[in-house]
């Protein structure tokens, strides 16, 4: 039987797009024999020794099944029982999740607003207050998105500033990295380089939006340290208990091989590629800005996302065509995501669209 389908494209979320044809070739590799289940495999040996070679001598990986459970996992891992987190009110644990690190893992968030999408060391500070007030949950952890899910880039100047200013409170700072590739391909740096190097403790490291079919890790970047130990320890069994630990886990750890070995050279690619597309999109709406006033771009676009403000009719009009989310139903603000297979076809065809649309 032949399974036909009707292809589309759209500009909805990245997780929309299909899985790299590395990755699948790597997965019919693997495909063979029989391999010891939940992580002692050969091919889960050799994702270890791939993390020490992104992230560092000291670090060690996790894999898991989705970004969901990383996030909870990492937290649960940093946390005692009576702490909380702080990250910014859009952060992904809080506004993309269902509740699941509140109702899964037991967690307070303790949020902050920000119009950037980014945590600043000085609105860290303001959830930090009344530490020993046994009614007031202690903050233990804070979390950053990077990419941002308002499509912003944190730099390595404001991570270095984050991290320093949380340890000197006693924090620890975890990293949501469902989109670290494409921040690594903004950033024009290695992993390594702008989360390890810069005190980053605990790191969500993404894959499935750049190309993977069900395929992320949770890191630990420093499992020597005394804290460090402690993470690393207490991840496998928190894994467990979460429900992320794969049994035929040779088959997740056979797609964050296929994206990230050769100094993570496919999901570079692919991160670099869904950049420019966003670019491309980003440059012609400000251009088809220019010449229709109620079309404006607020956020600019730093890695894969452009969030431009349309008119409530012009968006009902584009979204019979092309799939997407307003992003905010009070200012009409929407989202744009490119994705790894986004061509510039689609890009085009969407502008186009926009235009007729406003006519």
Known sequence: MILTKQVWRGFASDNYAGIDSEVIKRMVLVN????????????????????????????????????????????????????????????????????????????KLWTVPSPTGKLTPELLDTQVFDMGFVHRAQPGVVSITQTTEMGTVYTAKEIKALAARAHKHGLLLHMDGARLSNAAAALKLSFKQFTTDLGVDLVSLGATKIGALAAEAVIVTDAKSARGKELANAMPFLRKTSMQLPSKMRFVSAQLLALFEDDARVALANARHANAMAKRLYEGVVQIAKKHKEVKVPNPTEANAVFPILPPKVTAKLQKDYRFYVWNQATGQVRWMCAWDTTVADVDGLLEALRKALK
Not at 71 to 99: F, M, P, T, Y
């Open 32 to 107: 063979q024999g029989h391999e010891i289940a939940y992580g002692d495999d050969s091919v889960t040996a050799e994702f270890n020794k791939l993390v020490k070679q992104l992230f560092g001598s000291k670090a060690v990986g996790f894999p898991v099944f989705n970004g969901t459970g990383a996030n909870v996992v990492a937290l649960q891992a940093g946390l005692k029982r009576w702490e909380a987190v702080i990250c910014v009110e859009s952060a992904h644990i809080h506004a993309d999740e269902g509740g699941a690190p509140e109702k899964m893992g037991g967690i």
